[in-house]
């Protein structure tokens, strides 16, 4: 059962018109979040990359580069359009003691997949260079979906894998035509079926909406490594995050667990509610699970 808060989110996303949320993924107003001041205050920043890809990387405050043990790539959420409302969730690893490194991606309408993944794939490179210990891999939403390319990328390239990886509320298929789908469209609160194929169609460029480049679910999931994925009862991805766990399930080399959260509404990680404190902890546990802790130096 949905705990009262998650009830409360679902109400509140219901206030604001599908068509609305829908003209922002197409229209989406342009500026760099960057980190903002109270994670600058709070903790030290870093960022690296280049202009078109900066990576904000967010440490405990004075942390020397001997004690940090745990970092987490994370590639956000927002229809491949959009970037903000991610730090509330991550500083929650920062103040356990992990470095975060948020991939700030090229987005659409300005670009298109076929900038931003070769973009992402030479920022997880880069941060792997300069890593010693467990180097772990997580999105939300479209951030999910690209995670899952990432993964791709890797494999195919015979680069090491993540030490880890976990898919929140991804979207891994950008069709979105299934019947099951269109069904559970009708009744998420949070996401606008019609906005969800603009911003597809933005960000796919010239590409169909079947490659593997853009819904990763149609490709190969065969030697991945060991995958967390995440989603709610109330959302529309329900029906593509089964399918994933179904085809991954069959496929050598990937062992990916599928969680399923009661009433869990769109990227509920995102939202101050007791199912996110939950979904943290059994991301932790799994991470630790994968790769445990190194000794802290002497």
């Keep these: ?58 440490s405990p405050r004075g942390a020397a580069a001997d004690d940090v043990r745990r970092e987490l790539v994370y590639l956000h959420g927002g229809a491949y359009t959009l970037q903000d409302f991610h730090w509330g969730f991550l500083t929650r690893f920062v103040k356990r003691g992990w470095t975060v490194h948020l991939v700030d991606y090229p987005l659409a309408p300005e670009h298109t997949v076929d900038e931003t993944v070769p973009e992402v794939l030479a920022a997880w490179l880069a941060l792997r260079a300069r890593t ?41 298929d950008l069709v979105l035509d299934d019947e099951e789908t269109l069904a559970e469209a009708a009744s998420d ?29 149609l490709g190969d999931l065969s030697g991945l490594g060991r995958v967390q994925a995440w989603v709610g009862t109330r959302e529309q991805f329900g029906p593509q995050c089964h399918r ?3 085809r991954a399930a069959e496929a050598d080399g990937t062992d990916l667990t599928l969680h399923v959260v009661e009433g869990g509404v769109h990227d509920w990680v995102l939202v101050p509610v007791p199912e996110q404190g939950r979904t943290i902890e059994a991301m932790l546990a799994f991470w630790d699970e994968v790769a445990p802790d190194p000794p802290a130096p002497a």
């Design 1 to 58: 059962m949905a705990s009262l808060p998650m009830d409360l989110a679902a109400a509140a996303s219901r206030l604001v018109p599908h068509a609305v949320v829908g003209h922002v993924f197409t229209h989406p107003p342009r500026r760099r979040p960057g980190v903002p001041w109270w994670v600058r205050r709070g903790y030290d920043v870093h960022t690296s990359g280049d202009e078109a890809c900066p990576v904000h990387s967010v």
């Design 132 to 172: 010693t210990g467990p180097l772990h891999l997580a999105g939300d939403s479209a951030g999910g979906g690209l995670s899952l390319v990432l993964l791709q990328q890797l494999r195919d390239a015979g680069l090491p894998l993540p030490d880890g990886t976990v898919l929140l509320s991804p979207w891994v």
């Design 189 to 217: 609160p949070v996401l606008p079926l019609a906005g969800l194929r603009g911003a597809a169609r933005l960000y796919a460029g010239e590409r169909p909406l079947d490659d593997p480049l853009l819904s990763p679910l």
């Design 244 to 246: 994933l766990a179904d």
